[in-house]
């Protein structure tokens, strides 16, 4: 009798113990991918908010190249020249963000190209290189 009263006990101890270790493993694995899934949305947080500043250089940029090709002052086309630097060293250091899907690439590629060509209307009309305003 104390034979099946011992092997009873231990299959009890055994059991409980296994039901201890599957509920810590169920709280850390739960603890796991919480932190997991916290931890992407952030990443995906910052990576918004870096193309929100690009996206906000962008506007910039646009405003500044009208303001100057209207009023023709300098100070316009250096804050053009600014946000065109600044949109490219957004694009040229993050890109884990500007270099993983391909609408992001096709983004990027087409703001750079946008930053390019009107820096470089910039440049042409700074340096007298276009002939007639209408022509910039």
Known sequence: MQKK???????????????????????????????????ELQEMQDNIAIVNSCVSLVQNLETSFKSYVETGESEFANTANNCNEAINNIIEFHPEVFQTADQVILFSR????????????LHDQLYNNLDKSESF
């Open 5 to 39: 009263e011992k092997s009873i006990g231990r299959v009890l101890v055994t059991s409980t113990i296994t039901i201890i270790i599957t509920v810590i493993l169920f709280f850390f694995t739960q603890q796991t991918t919480d932190y997991l899934k916290r931890k």
């Open 110 to 121: 087409s703001v750079s190209q946008i930053a390019f060509a009107l820096n470089t209307l």
